[in-house]
């Protein structure tokens, strides 16, 4: 089974290779906005290298999905920093385990559940039956597992249901950076915390969780090695109890965020993220560098039959006129 692994993972990166960025108006918009926030929130990474870096971040992606089909069948990869003590302390003790979509980061739950950690999942609406199918399967196949409950993310009563998992000794496992961020810091449903030298928006429900139900927030973190493991850190626990004043929100979540800024500025491909990136950013406090010129001022976006043109240095749009792209391409053709 091994052998069959790192075959379809050979696969992926040579499909990811011959893949045209350009061809595809869905993965041309993707790369735009990654070029664009990798140059906002890793200016040390040079322009030239963006498009490598894109393709990389394609090809972990996918491999979140082989992770999970191999490991329903039973096989994971070699994983290292996994503590098992911690797992099995949450047997019998309550734990907001705080993710990001990095590196395999897929591998925890199941991790958590071989351990048979009583565990409830938050997940976006399009994952709840293909997720609730990979946990019958992997049960059927190890029935040892303790099988997570699965919330909606979109239900009006998921931070209800939530409360109530871990008031019954269920912890949660959530994605800090799972939520596609819109509006401004309203000081009600998110909050701004600094990231890699700027500013992005984040709800406030890992911390509201916590404050209500007294749980620890532990970050925990899995990402990919060159020889091939997996690497499991776990943050230290930020306990409610331990933060004094009105501002636990902020403070706590701000916290999470610098425990993963380390793995995104090392393994800046592993983090999904940086193609959605620009719907958590706040442009209007973006640090530009006085006399620093982007490598390209504007991109050009597609949406349906209109173009758009994108402005690197504060996320603006502008619809084009229609005959607008003919005129480009007459003129590059033409040069």
Known sequence: MENRYKKEHAEIYREVERLDIGASPTIHNQYTFFSANIE???????AAQHEELFRETLVY???????LSYGVAGYLPPIS???PEWANSLRHRVGIIACAHMGAHMLIGLLLAKAQVPLALLVVSHLVEPLKKFWKAAAEKDPSIVLPQIVDASSS???RQLVRFVQAGVSLLIYWDGEE?????DGLHQVCVPLLGQHIRLQRGIAFLSKVTQA???PVVAFRQRDGSVGVHQGTERCPQHYRGKDFTRLALQSVVQFF?????HFPAQ????THLHRMALPERFFVEAGRNLSDRYGILKGGDTYFLFERRDYHTLALPENYMDILGHCAKNR
């Open 81 to 83: 920093g996994w503590d």
């Open 271 to 274: 983090w999904d993220k940086w």
């Open 157 to 159: 009563s998921a931070l």
């Open 181 to 185: 961020h819109s509006g401004g810091d």
């Open 40 to 46: 906002h929130f890793l200016p040390m990474v040079p």
């Open 61 to 67: 992606q996918r491999l979140s999905g082989l992770d």
């Open 261 to 265: 800024s380390p793995y995104f500025i």
């Open 216 to 218: 620890p927030i532990v």
